[in-house]
């Protein structure tokens, strides 16, 4: 039992001394995430379009 408090108390020390973002910092992250996200989803999109259309002109 010594070994998992020694462990918590560890952790806990740890955790400290994390610098955690900024509010702002995570809602300008996520909204680059969620925008990248989209215009990959397009050009995925886009370029499975074009081959459908490719192979119902070659089929």
Avoid: H, Q, Y
């Avoid at 610098?19 to 995570?26: A, E, K, Q």
């Amino acid at each position: 039992m010594g070994k998992v408090l020694k462990f918590l108390k560890e952790c806990g020390a740890e955790l400290r001394k994390v610098v955690w973002p900024s509010r702002d910092n995570v809602v300008a992250s996520v909204k680059v995430v969620i925008f990248s996200s989209f215009i990959i989803a397009v050009v995925l999109g886009g370029l499975d379009l074009l081959f459908t259309a490719g192979m119902k002109l070659v089929f």
